[in-house]
Structure formats: C-alpha cells, structure tokens
C-alpha cells in the first residue's frame, strides 16, 4: 500500500488490487469473503447468532495467510481499514461479474 495519504476509495482500489497481484492471495480473499457469507446465513437464519463472533475471524484469517504468507505485503486493513473491508467485497464483485482481469490491469497489475 501507497505511503502517501489516500483520501477516496476511487483512489485506494487500485492501490488495494496491487496489493492482490497474485491469484492465489485473491483466491483466499474469494473463499473467506463466500465462507462469511455462508456462516452469516446459516447463523440468521438458524438463530445461531453466537456464530457471528466467527465471521471477522473467517475472512480476516484467509486474507491474512494470504498476505503474509504468499504476497509478503502488510494488509491494507492496518492503515485503512474501511476502504480495505470494502475494497474485499469491491473485489469480489469484480471477480464474480468477471471484471477483475480489466480492473487489474488498469491497476497496473500483470494478469
């Protein structure tokens, strides 16, 4: 992530997708953002609502292993952590509707 202050999400997402260049820490981002997803469903519609003190664990824990283990970069979520949770979701979204290859690339990321 950029040192220089970052005053928009406009301006952070493509700091934030460089910071996912390799596919795998991005697949990791992917399967914990889908198991938070799953687990928030489950425990409302079960009332199980002790289940959601796992969701931050779900998809914090896979996003994590794959910065600190894989991309060996500091997670955004440190210096912004709003911008960093949406851009999660962002990518997501960008994945599933098939636009991350072109948001990557406009990022300056190599796919």
């Known amino acids: 992530m ?14 934030y997708l460089r910071d ?4 795998t820490c991005r697949a990791l ?8 997803l799953a687990v928030l469903f489950f425990a409302i519609s079960t009332a199980q609502y002790l289940m959601l003190w796992v969701l931050p ?3 914090y824990g896979f996003a994590w292993v794959g910065h600190f283990f894989i991309e060996k970069n500091r997670p955004a979520t440190f210096t912004y952590p709003f911008y960093s949770l949406l851009g999660d979701w962002v ?7 098939g ?3 072109k948001k990557l690339k406009d990022a300056g ?3």
């Open 20 to 23: 996912h260049s390799n596919s």
């Open 29 to 36: 981002h992917y399967i914990g953002s889908f198991l938070v």
């Open 91 to 97: 990518m997501l979204k960008d994945f599933v509707t």
């Open 2 to 15: 950029t040192s220089n202050k970052i005053s928009s999400f406009r301006e952070f997402y493509p700091s």
């Open 57 to 59: 664990v779900i998809g």
């Open 99 to 101: 636009q991350i290859n």
């Open 109 to 111: 990321v190599t796919v």
